[in-house]
């Protein structure tokens, strides 16, 4: 099985924690060059000493904040048009926990802007050297609500679909040129996202240790899952390995969704 990823270049989104920083681990490991993208730069520049280099990869990291979008467009262009790039990882933090009902519109619009606009255009960045070289991955770390809506989460599970819909409609478009596009939908996951939402659901009631051993409990293997488990399912998606596999969903949830 082709696994290596020397002389890959791969752009990681989010990369300064959880799942973000888990792939970026990953990915370096297996010989990938990696730059790592997030908004602060002192945890950008911590990561990064902690990548693998021993096939001579050289890791960067690029600052930006999608809150300044005409700014943060900026330097991706530039990074673009320095650096040719065969793997982006589009992973960004969801939105605030919070029933559909009551969400404000301009909820909807950041959350919108900040997923599927910024996907879109990552994608249009790192597009062009990805037909040339004729090896692109493109891998949106996404949410099992793609299969199954999250209760309490009305903003989020709302643009997780269109975000699920883009991918497989760009999967149709690009994978003739020899990229692939493919979600990842993480389950339950040790990340400060799942901190939220354990904190969202817990009342004076219900403890956050009754909520944690409640979501457990619809966990056929019953437990959390750690940014690692997700991490390398989105490795083995960037892989030559991965080469047929296009325009799917893969589940990391330990079983936890009911559907197929």
């Known amino acids: 099985m082709n696994l290596d990823l020397s002389g890959k270049n791969a752009l990681v989104c989010g990369s300064s924690r959880g799942i973000g920083r888990a792939t970026a681990i990953e990915l370096a490991e297996l010989g990938a ?7 602060t730069e002192q945890t950008l520049k911590e990561v990064r000493e902690g990548l693998d280099t021993s096939k001579g990869q050289t890791h960067s990291i690029q600052v930006a904040d999608l809150n300044d979008f005409e700014n943060y ?3 991706l262009k530039a990074l673009c048009s320095d650096r040719e790039f065969h793997i982006l990882i589009n992973n960004t933090g969801g939105p605030p926990s919070g029933s559909v009902q009551i969400a404000e519109e301009d909820a909807f619009l950041k ?8 996907n879109q255009f990552l994608m249009k960045c790192v597009l062009p050297s990805m037909k040339e070289s004729g090896y692109g991955r493109i891998i949106n770390i996404v ?3 793609i299969r199954e809506p999250i209760s309490n989460l009305g903003v989020s599970n709302t643009i997780r679909g269109a975000v699920g819909n883009w991918s497989k409609t760009l999967a149709n478009e690009v994978g003739k040129f020899g990229i692939t596009v493919n979600n990842v939908l993480p389950g339950y996951t040790n990340t400060g996202r799942l901190k939220e939402i354990i904190e969202a ?3 004076k009631g219900k403890s956050s240790e009754d909520v944690i051993k409640g979501m457990q409990a619809n966990v056929p293997v019953g437990r959390f899952a750690e940014p690692s488990e997700i991490a390398s399912a989105v490795a ?3 892989s030559p390995a991965a080469g047929y596999i296009n325009g799917t ?5 330990g079983g936890r969704t009911r559907s197929f």
């Open 201 to 203: 659901r817990s009342t």
């Open 143 to 145: 949410s099992t609500s």
């Open 73 to 75: 467009k900026m330097k």
């Open 33 to 39: 060059n990696v730059t790592l993208l997030s908004r």
């Open 236 to 238: 083995f998606l960037a």
């Open 249 to 253: 969903n893969i589940t990391v949830d």
């Open 111 to 118: 959350a919108f802007q900040q997923h599927l606009i910024a």
